[in-house]
């Protein structure tokens, strides 16, 4: 008779963190999806050079995504064993490591962006739209990496709500700057760079406020502890690694797509501003199984962590399909919405469709992905990674040597989430994962 309700239970706070937490996520993507709309309407140039841009910045902080799930797992294990304090005092932790990779990272940036964005390979006229964007935009890795951070430690206490609130506020300033100075102001690429930058900031100045507030709140202290900081820098390294190996084929693929000109990287830009906004939207139900599973392990309950792989493997599923569905149904409305250009819409409808198609696939390999992520298992996650990437890294390859265009490049990393779904699989049905208390 304890199984229903468990299951129900489990399934509630799925859905309370789940949806908060869905609407907090798509907001950087939705902020890339708004800079790519409005950009895609000044130019075809000016598009392409927000790709180069886009996919260096969207590298940058997904390596650095281990602050937000590093410190949700570490937070709500401390949280499951009842000591709020610490709990928040490790996320003040996770705050500083952000401030001091956020300051190194823009002061590369801006010395060597020219150079990286040069390694494309793309047109002059391309690169010069990439530097104007990225010189600018750069500067907003700080107060991103503080939003992760911040975000962790809230998802980690179980409230998902307040970076929704945030992310509301972040996502309206930044439509809202970004049209004015796009167009109103005539800035073009260098106005959305500018109203991104200003809407970041804005909500990393939020959410620290919030943190601060709730450690003193408690009496946590406030001054990181240096030895604490390195043992999560430590700690998130194999989450660096696994997270390096994603972006290691993001990458692979932009310089792909750079082969087959203006018109292919265009489309490429845009499949994966969409790819992006729905890996978020699918990862609030993983965000929510890392609080869960992390609070769960934390209090000695591995019942809870084995009913939440069950119970969320269905749901991330049925939410793979449905994204699935609306591509596929869309494949022929979406295009002109990010370009009047009729050869990238064209491409774009391939790409689309082969998106459309790795959906389902998706939905249970990032629930699985945040399971193992709450509950400590980084050191596989790196693993299952690389091993992903090692399957997908000739597939595209196949498809430069023989020019397949941009649309089987997409279908190539189909085959890259295929490998994924099968690593976490074997993993999630043994018991290695399940390590129980703080």
Same mark, same amino acid.
């Given at each position: ?38 950009? +895609?309407? &000044? ?7 927000? +790709? ?9 902080? =997904? ?17 499951? @064993? ?96 970004n049209f004015a100075l796009i ?26 406020v919030v943190v601060l507030r ?48 203006? &018109?292919?990287?265009? *489309? ?12 978020? @939207?699918? #990862? ?14 934390g209090a000695g309950d591995a ?10 493997? =269905? ?25 009047? #250009?009729?050869?990238?819409?064209? &491409? ?16 249970? &390999? ?9 509950? +400590?298992?980084?050191?596989?996650? *790196?693993?299952? =990674? ?32 295929? %490998? ?7 993993? %999630?049905?043994? #018991?290695?994962?399940?390590?129980? =208390?703080?």
């Amino acid at each position: 008779m304890e199984n229903p309700p468990r299951s129900r239970s489990v399934g509630r706070d799925l859905l309370a963190l789940g949806l908060p937490a869905f609407a907090t996520l798509i907001s950087e993507p939705l902020m890339l999806l708004a800079d790519s709309a409005m950009i +895609g309407h &000044v130019g075809t140039t000016e598009l392409a050079g927000l +790709g180069l841009a886009g996919s260096v910045l969207t590298t940058i902080v =997904g390596l650095c995504v281990f602050l937000a799930y590093g410190t949700t797992g570490t937070v709500a294990r401390r949280l499951g @064993a009842g000591d709020r304090r610490a709990a928040l005092e490790s996320g003040v932790d996770g705050l500083a490591l952000a401030s001091l990779i956020g300051v190194a990272i823009v002061l590369a940036a801006q010395l060597g962006g020219r150079a990286v964005l040069g390694l494309y390979g793309a047109s002059e006229a391309v690169t010069d739209q990439a530097v104007r964007y990225f010189s600018i935009a750069s500067i907003g890795i700080l107060p991103l990496l503080l939003i992760l951070a911040s975000t962790g430690v809230l998802r980690g206490l179980q409230d998902t709500r307040t970076p929704l609130y945030v992310a509301i506020t972040v996502n309206l300033s930044n439509i809202a700057l970004n049209f004015a100075l796009i167009y109103g102001a005539g800035l073009g690429i260098t106005g959305a760079a500018i109203g991104t930058l200003v809407s970041q900031s804005v909500g990393a100045g939020i959410l620290l406020v919030v943190v601060l507030r709730g450690a003193r709140k408690y009496q946590a202290r406030l001054r990181p502890q240096p030895g604490r900081v390195l043992v999560a820098a430590r700690t998130g390294s194999w989450l660096f690694l696994r997270t390096l190996s994603l972006q290691a084929g993001v990458l692979f693929a932009t310089v792909i797509a750079t082969r087959f000109g203006a &018109v292919g990287l265009g *489309a490429h830009q845009v499949t994966a501003a969409i790819f992006s906004f729905l890996a978020f @939207a699918l #990862d609030a139900l993983a965000i929510a199984a890392q609080a869960i599973v992390g609070k769960a392990l934390g209090a000695g309950d591995a019942r809870q962590g084995r009913e939440l792989v069950r119970i969320g493997m =269905g749901w991330g599923l049925v939410a793979g399909v449905g994204f699935g569905l609306l591509l596929f149904l869309g494949r022929g409305v979406i295009p002109p919405l990010f370009t009047p #250009d009729p050869q990238v819409q064209a &491409v774009l409808a391939q790409t689309l469709l082969m998106l459309a198609l790795a959906q389902p696939i998706a939905g249970v &390999v990032f629930l699985l992905d945040g399971v193992l992520i709450g509950a +400590g298992d980084a050191r596989y996650l *790196a693993l299952a =990674g690389v091993i992903a990437l090692i399957c997908y890294l000739p597939l595209a390859a196949l498809v430069a040597v023989t020019d397949a265009g941009v649309g089987w490049l997409w279908a190539a990393w189909g085959g890259y989430l295929l %490998a994924r779904l099968i690593t976490l699989w074997v993993r %999630a049905r043994g #018991d290695a994962w399940l390590r129980l =208390g703080v």
